[in-house]
């Protein structure tokens, strides 16, 4: 008797496609019927409209499904009765559930079974449209993880039976097996096609069997006896076709490439082509632990970490390579009109390469891919593999405009769309449209379309949009100019003098031409500056002083090694060149620090450095976890800095940025510096020396880094106070580590000496471009005389019994950061009663005289040394900043108390310590001087000029004159003016100095 159906189907109700084949059609469900009456399944549920739908859809379009539907009869009455979702579940949960010790020939069936029924579901959920793109893609893609997951544990397992490999643990065999299995490609982001091959790189960890010589031989064999297990073709049909050459060298290498050899390759030999592959890389089966640790090895040639715009040189190549050896179709589509014909669009359709063709999917994906691979390195959150991940990414960067994301991702649904479709027709690996339009007529159908010329309408705009953004991305810059550095001399000057340059400028092209600097030594460097040095020399032209702008590119030419890296990124972004024209012409410090640190130059990429900065501590914390020892990691800590600095002086210098958020954005750079610094040293330092148990350390930073005012060049003035229990004399090493034997016990006072010592070290060691910062530790308890790191107990002694009052003003700008945070709360604690409590019951009056002493001996001892010596004017910086601290220590009120020189005013007003309109003029000086102080760092370095006219430049003239007059202009005149407020409100501040504090005298 027939099993009842429902008279429904409840998950779609859609209008499928006609078929193309009627005739096919028809016999399709005459099988179909015949079949389901010979299982004693009721025939009455086929009569029903839109299963009779469904069945000509199929049978009219598509031989290989209806091939699946009469091999699985069964399977497909349970997915109509329930839905996509049910059937690839329980699926999914079955072949979880077999057992990896069943035989060979029992394995391969029900992988190949599984295969048949996931692409069953995903072309009816495809067809019907009730699953989206990403759903399809990533349920093809967990197919290949799982029958690959199975199929290898089966073959380990074999192999440790065999007694070939001595598995850890033969129960679950992936577990720490040292063989590992990357899903590259479209199986690597999870967006496998309909009849994808599945792209994979094998490698072995000879670690992991130290004892096995023949290793590399049981590995490929198991290689092997895989892509056998997996592309073999039975009556079940194949799983999937295995590709093995994206691995490294593969004309030379085994089928499967040890950690070592891999790791060794990629980071000596390893090409663009390779990087573009690795970013898509991800360990799907055997040991993934493992398999992540590879990837996070060689993270460093995929993602650089200095913007490097060769890769885009490259990726056209690539694309072009695939253009001329394959067979892609036609190679016009940016020539073609956008408002052609629907029936000419037909026309040129007809035998396209949807994939790898003009506007295909492959250009779409190598947007998101270049991009990434020049940017991920700085902005590690563009590191999505999928292409919309990516392409939203790119979007939220600024780095592909709305709208092109929109009409990349919509081409690319419709691309994807018709692949599958195509694929589904055969199982045919194919990407190519129909050769005629009779064929292309019948696809249609099976699209979806009622017309061809409707399916051209949808296809063709898109693809034309796709290669149009992509020609947008890799086009060449050209040079219609004759060669300006094969010019003679004497026409090469007129040339220059035409564009502005003295006869000098030729001199410094002529070395360019000869031996020249060593950036330019290479022919493709010498190509991509002939290309360039017309727009370089119109930017330079531009300047007030084209000589000196020349001169000081040339420096920066000179002390730069990666010519082609430097010259491929103004060759891909022009607005550079004028960009970097402007800011070297602004001064010659600017161009100085360009010319020392070349990672600077990145900086002036971004238009909006405020929405662009990326998230620096992720970055810090990222860069020491990658590191085995921290001082690895030093260099690239310099070059972060350098370009942060740069990145923060720039974005000031452009009103993008006020000078107070520049500042804490600076400090807080410094923070999250210190704070990772001291937790990498101290996990190193308890390697060797063991552990304080219960103790711990942490930073005390003051002056501007503890007032989140640090400006360009700014010291870190720090102590280090650490506390331990009382009754612990030394450090105590780990019995069980298994470095044992190489550490060694300090008593609690050498062990957090030692710990201070190479913390201090780290930031202040001096690499190429210098140290990371300069610091002063002489706030710390007796000065420079005393130990480098403080215990708790004796901070708090000190304080209590000898504590001079300028070393209680300098504490009321005191933070603590990094260490445990118990540990910084009690710190914190003794410092507010240090602030409250003054040695031997100091009298406030005491506390005045002592401050109005100490700054008429540093007017004595340390005079200012230019009218510029913003620090030390009458009236100065430092007296503002005396006055707030002063006020603090007379007021002993914790509601006051703030590191921060303004915000401490502030609370002073508000508790009437200090008078309302002096405290506006106070605030109002602490804002020019350390204003006027940020921008003469920036324009002529750490020290205070002794004059500037003499280095202005227009340019100079009107940011000083913007941010300290409050209004912009070029005009000379303009710095006299900043000299007599400068004047006027030291005169001011000197008043109140002695109306709060006292007279110098």
Known sequence: MPAPHSTSIPWFHQNWPKPANQQSADL???????????????????????????????????????????????????????????????????????????????????????????????????????????????TLSTLAETTLNLAINHLLLHAHQNKKLNLHDPNTPEKNCGFIVLGMGKLGAKELNYSSDIDLIILYDPDTYPDNDDLNTVFVRLTRQLVSLMEERDENGYVFRTDLRLRPDPSSSPLAVSLPAAITYYESLGQTWERTAMSKARPIAGDIPAGYAFLEAIRPFIWRRHLDFTVIDDIHAMKKRIDQHKKTGKQNLSKLPPNISDQDALNWLVGQNIKLGHGGIREIEFCPQTMQLVWGGRFPELQDSTTVGGLTKLTDKDLLTASQTQKLIEAYSLLRKTEHRLQM???????????????????????????????????????????????????????????????PTEELKEYLNQKGFPVEAATILQSWNDSGPRALRTAKARTILTNLLPKLLDAFANQRNPLLVLQRFDTILARHRAGIQLLSLFERNPALIKRLSAVIGTSHFIAEHIASNPAAIDALLETNMVKNRFDLQKTIRNYLKNAEYYMDVIP???????????????????????????????????????????????????????????????????????????????????????????????SVCNTTHQNNSTQRSLSTNNYYIRLTQNFISAITNAGSAGSLYEVDMRLRPSGSKGPVAVSLTSFKRYHKEEAWTWERMALTRARVIGGPLKLQKKITKTIQH???????????????RDTADMRARLLRDA??????????????????????????????????????????????????????????????????????????????????????????????????SRDLLGTATQDIQAITKIQEKAEMIGKQVRTIFIKYIGSLT
């Open 28 to 138: 399709f469900h005459e099988d179909l019927v015949k079949l389901w009456i010979q299982y004693e399944k009721d025939p009455s549920f086929l009569d029903q409209e839109i299963i009779v739908s469904l069945i000509h859809s199929i049978g009219g379009n598509s031989p290989y499904l209806s091939h699946l539907i009469l091999q699985n009869i069964h399977f497909f009455e349970f997915l109509l009765q329930n839905d996509p979702d049910l059937a690839c579940k329980i699926t999914f949960d079955t072949l979880h559930q077999f057992s990896a010790q069943e035989s060979r020939q029992a394995v391969a069936k029900i992988i190949r079974v599984t295969k048949q029924k996931i692409a069953l579901s995903c072309a009816l959920a495809d067809i019907g449209n009730v699953w989206s793109l990403q759903q399809i893609t990533l």
């Open 425 to 487: 027709q055969n199982d045919y690996q194919t990407h190519s449209l129909p050769n005629s339009l009779e064929e292309l007529e019948q696809f249609s159908i099976f699209m979806g379309y009622e017309t061809p010329q409707k399916f051209a309408h949808d296809l063709f705009p898109l693809m034309q949009f796709v290669r149009q953004t992509f020609e947008g991305l890799f086009a060449t810059p050209e040079n219609d100019e004759q060669y300006i550095l094969d010019m």
């Open 834 to 848: 240090a602030l409250l409590n003054a040695p031997h019951n100091l009298s406030n009056k005491k506390v005045l």
């Open 636 to 730: 690239a800590l310099h070059s972060l800095v350098h370009s942060e600095e740069f990145r923060l002086s720039v974005a000031h210098l452009d009103n993008q940025l006020s000078l107070n958020k520049a500042q804490i954005l600076r400090t807080s750079m410094a923070n999250s510096i210190m704070k990772s610094l001291l937790e990498q040293v101290t996990k190193e330092h308890k390697k060797k020396y063991g552990i304080i148990p219960n103790g711990g350390i942490c930073i005390v930073v003051l002056g501007k880094a503890g007032s989140w005012e640090m400006t360009a060049g700014s010291d870190l003035d720090l102590m280090l106070i650490f506390d331990h229990p009382p009754e612990i004399y030394e």
């Open 863 to 960: 005079p200012p040394s230019s009218p510029w010596d913003v620090k030390h004017l009458t009236g100065g910086l430092m007296e503002v900043e005396f006055i707030a601290q002063t006020l603090q220590l007379i007021a002993k009120n914790p509601s006051i108390f703030h590191p921060c020189t303004r915000i401490a005013l502030r609370n002073l007003a508000k508790h009437n310590v200090l008078d309302a309109k002096d405290a506006k003029i106070l605030i109002q000086a602490d804002c020019f001087w350390r204003n006027l102080q940020s921008l003469l760092r920036i324009f002529f370095g750490k020290l205070p000029p002794k004059e500037i006219t003499t280095d202005l430049t227009p340019a100079i003239i009107e940011v000083m």
